[in-house]
């Protein structure tokens, strides 16, 4: 995720935006303020989204890129007279870049307190894994001796070449 710094001097453009925002008394939604943090099984995600109604909240993923829309509504309605309107209002995007790691299929989402909540798990394929080591029966392999035929090698399947035969 990229982030980028404001410099408000650094484009003219820029600041005669602003300026003309601020002159009309529009007000432009800002970015969702979020916190994310890796636990052992995968991601959360926690965005700042107060007075939005869930309903308007609108969760997708595409390839990899995770999109999260909010829209929030004004309390009063056009053509009454506001005296103060500081709270930002409208719609709500927020974009994050996710690698091949995670399992899109089963993001879980909830909201409570004004906070959206994404639980983003692990893949499978990513998960830590032991694997484990195959032997045949008795945890023996088996051994080839050059030279040996199967007819000449020992019913037991192991060579007693140099071993003596007790009894007879």
């Known amino acids: 995720m990229s982030v980028y710094g404001f410099d408000p001097f650094g484009d003219p453009w820029q600041m005669d935006r602003l ?3 601020f002159m009309s008394g529009r ?3 800002m970015a969702m303020p979020m916190d994310v943090w890796q636990t052992d099984g995968g991601f959360h995600v926690c965005l700042d989204l107060p ?4 309903d308007s909240v609108e969760i997708t993923t595409e390839r990899n890129v995770l999109t ?3 829209e929030r509504l004004p309390e009063y ?3 009454q007279n506001v005296m103060i309107a500081e709270r930002p209002q409208g719609s709500f995007t927020r974009q994050l870049q996710m690698s091949d790691s995670l399992d899109t299929e089963n993001i879980e989402a909830s909201y409570g307190d004004g906070v959206l909540h994404l639980e983003i798990p692990m893949a499978q394929k990513a998960q830590p894994r032991r694997v484990q080591v195959k032997t045949d029966s008795g945890g023996r392999r088996p051994v080839t ?3 040996e035929t199967d007819e000449s090698a020992p019913a037991s399947g192991v060579s007693t070449a140099g071993s003596q035969a007790s009894g007879a």
């Open 19 to 21: 300026a003309k925002q």
């Open 27 to 29: 007000r432009t939604p």
């Open 51 to 54: 007075g939005v109604d869930p």
């Open 68 to 70: 999260i829309k909010a």
């Open 77 to 79: 309605q056009e053509g």
């Open 145 to 147: 001796v050059e030279g």
